[in-house]
T-cell receptor, first 114, second 115 residues
């Protein structure tokens, strides 16, 4: 039962264009969403997050949009750069008793072509 | 301020041996999380620990796996009698605040290969 779904295993984009990575979730309890970026042989690195009370958060070239009614969020990278080529993980968090749970998607591999 | 340190980076074990994976959290972080990434899969939560306490081990296999985070020293993930299916990348993360919902910082992982 995949509560956080990244339906596109891979995405290829031309340098300078926009990259859009999508993430869908099923659990209405999620109240905080995060995107992590992972290079091969390294641990994930936090990229950007959004609280469920917002519908947009922007940080430089990265913007995350949240559509609660559709249980969908997306990460926009514009303009895309070759150094953005990595696996991007969507994660969602909720309160579970005395601690918070963090559920991860399977990741989308982004390739930005020069 | 050093990041999350995991060692070893690579670990090769024969079937039936024990694997010990170490994680030193970032300075000032008292919350540690272990994740496993199997080939072609995403990150799967295993266990969440605070100093000397296991808070959530719902993702940990019931047998052969254990974790600790002592008052002094690194967190240890121990896998006894390893099998081929344990081959994976094991990542440790730490955070300052409670819960993995806030930004957690990851180590570079330990890649375990069982031969």
């Amino acid at each position: 039962d995949q509560q956080v779904k990244q339906n596109s295993p891979s995405l290829s984009v031309q340098e300078g264009r926009i990259s859009i990575l999508n993430c869908d979730y099923t659990n209405s309890m999620f109240d905080y969403f995060l995107w992590y970026k992972k290079y091969p042989a390294e641990g994930p690195t936090f990229l950007i997050s959004i609280s469920s009370i917002k519908d947009k958060n922007e940080d430089g070239r990265f913007t995350v949009f949240l559509n609660k009614s559709a249980k969908h969020l997306s990460l926009h990278i514009v303009p895309s750069q070759p150094g953005d080529s990595a696996v991007y993980f969507c994660a969602a968090s909720y309160n579970a008793g005395n601690n918070r749970k963090l559920i991860w998607g399977l990741g989308t591999s982004l390739a930005v072509n020069p | 301020n050093a990041g999350v340190m995991q060692n070893p980076r690579h670990l090769v074990r024969r079937r039936g041996q024990e694997a010990r994976l170490r994680c030193s959290p970032m300075k000032g972080h008292s919350h540690v999380y272990w994740y496993r990434q199997l080939p072609e899969e995403g990150l799967k939560f295993m266990v969440y620990l605070q100093k000397e306490n296991i808070i959530d081990e719902s993702g940990m296999p019931k047998e052969r796996f254990s974790a600790e985070f002592p008052k002094e020293g690194p967190s240890i993930l121990r896998i006894q009698q390893v099998v081929r299916g344990d081959s994976a990348a094991y990542f440790c993360a730490s955070s300052q605040a409670a819960g993995g919902g806030t930004e957690a910082f990851f180590g570079q992982g330990t890649r375990l290969t069982v031969v």
